[in-house]
Nanobody, 124 residues
Framework: QVQLVESGGGLVQAGGSLRLSCVASGRTFSSYAMGWFRQAPGKERDFVATISRGGGSTYYADSVKGRFTTSRDNAKNTVYLQMNSLKPEDTAVYFC?????????????????WGQGTQVTVSS
């Protein structure tokens, strides 16, 4: 089992920045590729970003490419999502997730463990 806890969400004006953190406990964190997803009210959960076990490979949704960056610190069992140039359409609950593969995927069905989510609200 892996337990994931996100933090760092909040209210920010358009153009601002936030950094989300996701701390893992349980089995060896470095055994998992990590992903970020988001879900806006009334919408499906969408892929945002993923990072490989060692952190050397990342992949982003087109909607956030160039604005968001994911990274990880395996010594701290933590994955991060740095969000810059935020837009109102980025408003959603953000989730981190873990899957037992070397490289992460963009499909939520491939992830075995999920955090509870953290709310990000971007005002115009």
């Amino acid at each position: 089992q892996v337990q994931l806890v996100e933090s760092g969400g909040g209210l920010v004006q358009a153009g601002g920045s936030l950094r989300l953190s996701c701390v893992a406990s349980g089995r060896t964190f470095s055994s998992y590729a990590m992903g970020w997803f988001r879900q806006a009210p009334g919408k499906e959960r969408d892929f945002v970003a993923t990072i490989s076990r060692g952190g050397g490979s990342t992949y982003y949704a087109d909607s956030v490419k160039g604005r968001f960056t994911t990274s990880r610190d395996n010594a701290k069992n933590t994955v991060y999502l740095q969000m810059n140039s935020l837009k109102p359409e980025d408003t959603a609950v953000y989730f981190c997730a873990a899957q037992g593969r070397l490289y992460g995927t963009s499909s939520s069905e491939d992830y075995n463990y999920w955090g509870q989510g953290t709310q990000v609200t971007v005002s115009s």
